[in-house]
């Protein structure tokens, strides 16, 4: 079985300035890695994934995640937040093998990015 | 193309009534996947479904909750009976037959049972 944990529920930071939100993970077999948006009464975006090969991945819009597998973390990073930014972020994992579909999720951590 | 569609965005039900979720796919993707949120907390997998098939049901609640995709229309997610801890958003995702991983997420039903 896997499991996420998003250290940090709520993260304010203001405009402009770096964010960074953490996710661990914890699993037996190679997994996939994804984060996810969600803005108020709206589904899931996904933001960005690592499957494999280059353990930094970016986003259109400005973020980047680091895959580290010695320590199991996939952190989300932005070096200059928008207010358009602010919303909840899910990080989640998935088998990378094996029949199994289904998103791990993390319980989400809130940016709110303030003027 | 469309993307994930559910309806209700909104249902609102009494306890021990029943509440009916529909969701359909994006156009070509044959797999559904049935996820629910509840507050201040992730989403939570539930059901994974292809046409005619429940594949990996896993996540779901033993009793009053069923899922079904058929061949022709939505999939529904039935919850008999409510009660009032089955208040959550209930989101929906697809994806298609060649994707081992992306998954596309509808914006939700969110059921309160009064």
């Known amino acids: 079985a896997q499991s996420v944990t998003q250290l940090d529920s709520q993260v304010p930071v203001f405009e402009e300035a770096p964010v960074e939100l953490r996710c661990n993970y914890s699993?037996?077999?190679?997994?996939?890695l994804f984060w996810y948006v969600q803005y108020p009464n709206q589904g899931l975006q996904l933001l960005l994934k690592?499957?494999?090969?280059?353990?930094l991945v970016e986003s259109i819009n400005g973020f980047e995640a680091e895959f580290n597998k010695s320590q199991t973390s996939f952190h989300l990073r932005k070096p200059s937040v928008h207010i358009s930014d602010t919303a909840e972020y899910f990080c989640?994992?998935?088998?990378?093998?094996?029949?199994?579909?289904?998103?791990?999720f993390g319980s989400g951590t809130q940016l709110t990015v303030l003027p | 193309n469309a993307g994930v569609m559910q309806n209700p965005r909104h249902l609102v039900r009494r306890r021990g009534q029943e509440a009916r979720l529909r969701c359909s796919p994006m156009?070509?993707?044959?797999?559904v996947y049935w996820y629910r949120q509840l507050p201040e907390e992730g989403l939570k997998f539930m059901v994974y479904?292809?046409?005619?098939?429940?594949?990996?049901e896993s996540g779901m609640p033993k009793e009053r909750f069923s899922a079904e995709f058929p061949k022709e229309g939505p999939s529904i997610l039935r919850i008999q009976q409510v009660v009032r801890g089955d208040s959550a958003a209930y989101f929906c995702?697809?994806?298609?037959?060649?994707?081992?991983?992306?998954?596309?997420f509808g914006p939700g039903t969110r059921l309160t049972v009064l």
């Open positions: 699993s037996s077999v190679s997994v996939y």
């Open positions: 690592y499957l494999s090969g280059s353990t």
């Open positions: 156009k070509g993707h044959s797999h």
């Open positions: 995702a697809s994806s298609p037959l060649t994707s081992n991983y992306e998954q596309f």
């Open positions: 479904l292809q046409k005619e098939n429940i594949i990996d």
């Open positions: 989640a994992v998935k088998r990378s093998s094996g029949s199994a579909r289904q998103l791990t």
